[in-house]
């Protein structure tokens, strides 16, 4: 019983900035961690960013040093800072949180946003 809400997306200029949200809801124990993915028309879904409950961070290669995972555990919610897009950045972004349901049962569930549409171009 877990929803995940996103926004932010929308249409930029190359070498832009963008911020999406991802703020999770519901009932559950914890969230083991949240990571953005994104899909190409015509392309496989990639890993952007994930980011675990202690706050450890890892990219994919091709955005290192451009963007930045970030969460506000008080609020269930995990950011994208998208900073110098480039066209190859347009895609669906999808927020994704692996979440333990009950305090006493171990057992992870993976859950996805419906997707935010992020368009880079001039």
């Known amino acids: 019983q877990v929803q995940l809400v996103e926004s932010g997306g929308g249409l930029v200029q190359p070498g832009g900035s963008l911020r999406l949200s991802c703020e999770a809801s519901g009932r559950f124990f914890s969230i083991n961690a949240m990571g953005w993915y994104r899909q190409a028309p015509g392309k496989q879904r990639e890993l952007v960013a994930v980011?675990?409950?202690?706050?450890?961070?890892n990219y994919a290669d091709s955005v290192k040093g451009r963007f930045t995972i970030s969460r506000d555990s008080a609020k269930n919610t995990v950011y994208l800072q998208m900073n110098s897009l480039k066209p190859e950045d347009t895609a669906v972004y999808y927020c994704?949180?692996?979440?333990?349901?009950?305090?006493?049962?171990?057992?992870?569930?993976?859950?996805w946003g419906q997707g935010t549409q992020v368009t880079v171009s001039s």
């Open positions: 994704n949180a692996a979440v333990q349901l009950r305090f006493d049962t171990y057992n992870i569930n993976n859950y």
């Open positions: 980011i675990t409950s202690g706050d450890m961070p």
